[in-house]
């Protein structure tokens, strides 16, 4: 399976952007999905997660201002951001597991099976 992410770009503090990731193949047998960010000299941390039928979760410097969703037709998880923030920038990754998992395990990276290669997002001041 691969994860192509898209949407990435440069845009000013207080804009939106929309991100993307497409998968290679059916996504429907996918019980979860999650955009991590990984800012330049700091750890992965996790923006939004989502689970089949289940629970959505955000970080805590997301909260409020993105929404993540999948399109099972179209093989597509996105991410949107709103009231962007210079702290927002970095590396986006989108992540995906078929096992299902509990809430408490959501947050964690490693519990993810299939990463896309990322997509950078630049937030100007």
């Known amino acids: 399976v691969q994860l192509v992410e898209s949407g990435g770009g440069l845009v000013q503090a207080g804009g939106s952007l929309r991100l993307s990731c497409l998968a290679s193949?059916?996504?429907?047998?996918?019980?979860?999905f999650a955009w991590f960010r990984q800012a330049p000299g700091k750890e992965r941390e996790l923006v939004a997660t989502m689970s089949s039928g289940g629970p959505t979760l955000y970080g805590d410097s997301a909260k409020g201002r993105s929404t993540i969703s999948r399109d099972n037709a179209k093989n597509t998880v996105s991410l949107q951001m709103n009231s962007l923030k210079f702290e927002d920038t970095g590396v986006y990754y989108c992540a995906a597991r078929k096992g299902r998992i509990i809430l408490s395990e959501m947050r964690n990276a490693q519990v993810y099976d299939y990463w896309g290669q990322g997509t950078l997002v630049t937030v100007s001041s």
């Open positions: 193949t059916s996504i429907s047998s996918f019980n979860h």
